[in-house]
């Protein structure tokens, strides 16, 4: 689709117009839904990714062959781990040296889920240092880095992807439910703690979703149980999680600010 045409044809700006996304995590799955998302909501975009540079690639291409008339690109790919302090800081001097402009919503995506689903009993520490340093560690330094460079004054959104699972509280999932429920609860203070600056900061909170994280190391078995146990009856799909952060990363969304969003159709 071209996006761009539909916006020549319609004189009101797109609620994200030329406003700078940065996406963690989004070479695939729900990352890279959000990415598209905002894209079409007129945001240029930061993809982030991890190792899978190709993918990335993809996306972004996906994006700015939507806007055939840009000569600049609206989307650029930045490969860095969440966990690594410089590594953040290098997303946000990317967005601003090749956007030209503070950055406006920071959404991240990142994360990693160990697919063994061990008992507490029986997770190693390297799995546990693992889950925590991508999950809590990493949702931490895009906070911080956030908090600090975000858009003052209009437009600055932070939302961090957590997990229905800190609801949900299935055996198997102990250490990657308390790696999300620390982010849930530091949104809700980073919240209060940036006032006056306009900046939101949120979480949304998906239950099953259909992506690579989610099928790994799952039975058909437990796979119809998640199903089964969903009242609308379906896993959910990325883009029933896309929309409402594209709503969360614009204006009209302002009201909502230190809050968990649990999508997740009625699973939890
Ligand atoms: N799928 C679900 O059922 C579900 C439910 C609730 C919450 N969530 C949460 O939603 C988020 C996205 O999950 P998903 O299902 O889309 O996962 P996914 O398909 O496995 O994709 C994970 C993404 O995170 C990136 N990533 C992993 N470690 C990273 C690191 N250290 N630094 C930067 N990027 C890193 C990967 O990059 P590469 O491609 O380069 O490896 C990839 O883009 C996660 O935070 C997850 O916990 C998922």
Known sequence: MDISSSNSSNPSPLPLQDRVAIVTGASRGIGKAIAVHLASLGAKLVINYSSN???????AEEINSSF??????RAITVQANVSDPSHVKSLFDEAERVFGSPVHVLVNSAGVLDPKYPSIANTSLEDFDLTFSVNTKGAFLCCKEAANRL???GGGRIILVSSSMVGG???????YAASKAAVETMVKILAKELKGTGITANCIAPGPIATE???SGKTEEQI?????ECPLGRLGETKDIAPIVGFLATDASEWINGQVIRANGGYV
């Open 169 to 175: 509280l299935k055996p198997g999932f102990g250490v």
């Open 213 to 215: 994280m989610y099928f």
């Open 224 to 228: 119809r149980k998640n199903i089964d």
């Open 68 to 73: 055939p008339h840009n000569h600049s690109p």
């Open 151 to 153: 858009k003052r004054d």
């Open 53 to 59: 540079r190709d993918q990335a690639q993809l996306v």
